[in-house]
């Protein structure tokens, strides 16, 4: 397999009526941090565009890379997000107290990582993780949490259904956005479900990108960019049930998806669904000038932010950057902020700490540096957890730090 190829059909509907909407040119791997050595070689570079598909309504990027070279060695640990992990351990409360009738049940999580949702039903009830990270998988493994590592295909589920028996629960949370054959995907959960079986999925939720200007949502791990009608349409089109939809407060603001075999949910939706619907229409998520209009947005997001750190810097000030999430290497790399800006980026996953971001090349440190060597500001690239971070930080602020949040317009606070 080539490691990036050009997609000129829609990967949901297969139509060919795909226009680009926005174009972010040739990005580095948004999670690809480097080590001292690596920044001696040439970094790899793809296309990161973006098209609307006008019989579908999905978003979702012009090229796909090489799955291999983005998930079978992921720096992602959901562990090492304190409110993530906390968002997670809701929903697996939700699942025993809602849809659990027996500890024979099975839950099945697609992109479990290192088993965060799935070690608050151990012992509850059967459970099973399938992902495709060796490194995090291991995490999980060492946990007690059963873990298949590979990538969850209909031809997986074909393999390990006979031997665990239906499932009850599927959850997938984040990932729907990043695989290219999402169709085979979906296929797999349907045929895995028992005949009343329910599918739970969190994604981005494109409107949310849009009206927060969250652009740096956008990079190659992420393929797809969700409305509820793109998801509708897939769904219907596999024979399943599209049941319920809640906006949830995290990564900006993101669908909970509630689909099914038929006989769940009583085989029809909720009123919320049809509300959503509305709502998306109403907004213009069925119109690619909507997302044209967009692109338009960043540039003026990019010009406001790049100001301001130069005008601070050239005042002498020190910045650091908070954080190291794949999202915000969309945002150094677009907008050029670089190591003459950054001195630093600090992030809590042990794994990233000691490398250099991609693209840009800023090292990435223990947040013990915020003290030892106290910046003026810093710039939050975790901007969907400003509220805890600036909660946790109430010393830092106390001594007079100020927090930049880039998006969705740039302020200090």
């Not at 301001?308 to 915000?328: D, N, Q, R, S, V």
Request: hydrophobic share 40%; charged share 25%; with cysteine.
């Amino acid at each position: 397999m080539e490691n990036c190829i050009k997609k000129i059909t829609c990967r949901l509907c297969g139509s060919s009526a795909l226009e680009m909407v926005l174009d972010l040119g040739n990005m580095p791997l948004a999670n690809a941090f480097l080590s001292k050595e690596d920044l001696k070689k040439e970094e790899a570079c793809f296309p990161l565009a973006v098209n609307f598909c006008h019989h579908c309504f999905s978003v979702q990027l012009s090229h796909t890379v090489n799955g291999n070279l983005l998930f079978k060695n992921y720096h992602y640990v959901t562990s090492a997000s304190k409110p993530l992990a906390e968002h997670f351990y809701t929903l697996a409360d939700e699942i025993f107290e809602n849809y659990i009738q027996s500890p024979k049940d099975l839950v099945v999580e697609i992109g479990s990582n290192d088993g965060c949702l799935l070690s608050r039903l151990k012992g509850k009830c059967r459970i099973l993780g399938i992902d495709p990270a060796e490194n995090v998988t291991i995490v999980a493994k060492s946990e007690k949490i059963p873990t298949v590592t590979d990538f969850f295909t209909l031809d997986l589920v074909k393999k390990i259904k006979p031997k665990i028996g239906p499932a009850r629960v599927v959850v997938a949370n984040n990932v729907m956005a990043h695989i290219d054959d999402l169709r085979d995907v979906f296929s797999g959960v349907k045929e895995f479900l028992s005949d009343d079986g329910y599918f739970i999925f969190e994604v981005h939720w494109v409107g949310n990108l849009l009206t927060e200007g969250g652009f740096d949502q956008i990079y190659h791990e992420h393929l797809f960019y969700h409305s509820l009608h793109s998801l509708k349409n897939l769904i219907e089109s596999l024979g399943m049930v599209l049941i319920d939809v809640k906006t949830i407060p995290i990564h900006g603001e993101s669908l909970r998806v509630y689909a099914g075999n038929p006989p769940a949910g009583g085989g029809k939706s909720s009123p919320a669904v049809e509300n959503f619907l509305k709502r998306e229409i109403e907004m213009g998520l069925t119109k690619s000038e909507t997302f044209v209009n967009f692109s338009k947005k960043i540039e003026t997001n990019k010009k406001k932010l790049t100001e301001l750190l130069h005008g601070l810097k050239a005042e002498g000030k020190k910045i650091f950057g908070y954080g190291a999430p794949a999202k915000g290497n969309t945002l150094l790399n677009y907008f050029h902020i670089g190591p003459d800006i950054l001195e630093y980026v600090t992030d809590t996953t042990l794994s990233k700490q000691s490398t250099y971001t991609p693209g840009m090349h800023i090292r990435v440190v223990s947040p013990e540096m915020l003290i030892k060597e106290q910046p003026d500001f810093v710039l939050l690239l975790s901007w969907n957890y400003a509220d805890a971070i600036l909660e946790k930080e109430k010393e830092l602020r106390n001594k007079g730090v100020k927090f930049i949040i880039p998006v969705p317009q740039v302020r200090i606070v």
